[in-house]
C-alpha cells in the first residue's frame, strides 16, 4: 500500500510563494507519475501539475505555468510544489495523487493513491 503525505500549506499573501511537499512511502515502485491536485470550496477537483518519477517529464495546467514548478527528490522519495506569484484564486486544498502508468495523466480518476490534502490560503 502506498501512503502520500503532503505538508507545506499555509496563509500567504497575493504575489507570495509557498512550496508544497509530498511524501511517499509504501509500494513505491508501483508508482510511475505523481501529480498535484487541488479543489476549491464549492468546485471540482482540478489538476495542477504532473511528474514522471522516471526521467522528470512534467506537464502543468494552464493557470499555473509560469508560476508553479513541480520537481522530484527520489533520494527522499518526495514530490514538491513550489508555487510563486500566488493569488487569490489558487486558494485550495491541494493534494498529491500517484499511479503506476507511464503516460502522464490531468484526470484524477486515473490516480489510485491519494494524501489527506493541505490548505493553501492567498489573501488578497
Known amino acids: 500500500q502506498v501512503q502520500l503525505v503532503e505538508s507545506g500549506g499555509g496563509l500567504v499573501q497575493a504575489g507570495g510563494s509557498l512550496r508544497l511537499s509530498c511524501v511517499v512511502s509504501?509500494?513505491?515502485?508501483?508508482?510511475?507519475?505523481m501529480g498535484w491536485f487541488r479543489q476549491a470550496p464549492g468546485k471540482e477537483r482540478e489538476f495542477v501539475a504532473v511528474i514522471r518519477w522516471s526521467d522528470g517529464t512534467t506537464y502543468y495546467a494552464d493557470s499555473v505555468k509560469g508560476r508553479f514548478t513541480i520537481s522530484r527528490d527520489s533520494a527522499k522519495n518526495t514530490v514538491y510544489l513550489q508555487m510563486n506569484s500566488l493569488k487569490p484564486e489558487d486558494t485550495a486544498v491541494y493534494y498529491c495523487?500517484?499511479?503506476?502508468?507511464?503516460?502522464?495523466?490531468?484526470?484524477?480518476?486515473?490516480?489510485?493513491?491519494w494524501g489527506q490534502g493541505t490548505q493553501v490560503t492567498v489573501s488578497s
Open positions: 495523487a500517484a499511479d503506476r502508468r507511464w503516460i502522464l495523466s490531468i484526470q484524477a480518476y486515473d490516480y489510485d493513491y
Open positions: 509504501g509500494r513505491t515502485f508501483s508508482n510511475n507519475i
